[in-house]
């Protein structure tokens, strides 16, 4: 291994226990938000990200999917995504929204969506930034569904890797919670987190 390729890969071990602190962050926070138990897996690093890549983290190529993502602002840079299959996104949206039409994630389904992906990216964006000891705010919201490839074509083109994910969840339904860093940060990043 070249001392880039150390460098880097030492780089995504400490991006990697950031997002470790930002994903029991943001699992505690749906949670609460849901009045269930909430479990985290393992961080993974993913190259990429690609589509194929994607699809192996939430289960099938073929899934339709509910995600939202929001810009990270400077100085940390990239996106922040949340990806549940559609299924169990209708499932989040009746316990949050017992009114919404079953059967389909309405408008007011939706709304209540995208609101608890501010909530768990609010969360994630929080613990990043305690860690880092800076302010950091991140963008507004926005949701899309589809396929792995779409959903990344919509909320997160031209990303390139590497990406950081975990899944998360409740017994009735459970995501991937995606952190794209923008890769020309990824050193500085690292070498922020690395300070007492």
Known sequence: MSPLDAGRAGALEVLRELAAEGGREAARTVGKLLGRDTSMGEIQIVEGPDPAGLARLVGRPDLELVAVAMDLHEPVGGRLLILVAAEEAERVSQTLVPDAAAGSLDAVGESALVEAGNIAGSA?????????????????????????????????????????????????????????????????????????
């Open 124 to 196: 994630f964006v929080s613990a990043l930034a305690r860690r880092l000891h800076i302010r950091l705010l991140h963008g507004v919201p926005r949701l899309t569904r589809g396929g792995p490839r779409a959903c990344l074509d919509v909320l997160a083109p031209g990303a390139a890797g590497p990406a950081l994910a975990v899944r998360f969840g409740c017994p009735e339904a459970s995501g991937t919670l995606l952190l794209l860093p923008d890769p020309a940060r990824i050193d500085e990043l690292a070498g922020a987190l690395e300070k007492p």
